[in-house]
C-alpha cells in the first residue's frame, strides 16, 4: 500500500504564486511517474501535470508556461509550482503515482487551491 501525503495550497491572488508537494511512502519498490490532476466545483477531473522517473514531464495546454511540475525520486516526492495563477486555476489538486501496474491517488484528500481578489 502507498499513502500519499499533500501540502501546500491556499488562498492566494490573481498572478501569484503557490508551491505544491505531495511525498509518497509505503509499499514503494520504484515510482514510475508521479502527477497531478485537479477538480474545480462543478468540473470533471482534470489532468494536470505528470514527471516520469527520468525527469520527463507533460502538461495540459492551460498551464504550459506557467506551472512546473518536479520530482525528488530519493524523497518520493512530487512538487508543483504554480506561477501566474488564474482564478480558473481554482480547484482541489490531487497528486497521483504510478508504481507499476498500479496507480494510488490521493483522491478523498487533496489540497485546495483558491486564486482569488
Known amino acids: 500500500q502507498v499513502q500519499l501525503v499533500e501540502s501546500g495550497g491556499g488562498l492566494v491572488q490573481p498572478g501569484g504564486s503557490l508551491r505544491l508537494s505531495c511525498a509518497a511512502s509505503g509499499s514503494i519498490a520504484s515510482i514510475n511517474v508521479m502527477g497531478w490532476y485537479r477538480q474545480a466545483p462543478g468540473n470533471q477531473s482534470e489532468f494536470v501535470a505528470t514527471?516520469?522517473?527520468?525527469?520527463?514531464?507533460n502538461y495540459a495546454d492551460s498551464v504550459k508556461g506557467r506551472f512546473t511540475i518536479s520530482g525528488d525520486n530519493a524523497k518520493n516526492t512530487v512538487y508543483l509550482k504554480m506561477n501566474n495563477l488564474k482564478p480558473e486555476d481554482t480547484a482541489v489538486y490531487y497528486c497521483?503515482?504510478?508504481?507499476?501496474?498500479?496507480?494510488?491517488?490521493?483522491w478523498g484528500q487533496g489540497t485546495q487551491v483558491t486564486v482569488s481578489s
Open positions: 514527471v516520469t522517473s527520468g525527469g520527463s514531464t
Open positions: 497521483l503515482v504510478v508504481v507499476a501496474p498500479e496507480i494510488y491517488s490521493s
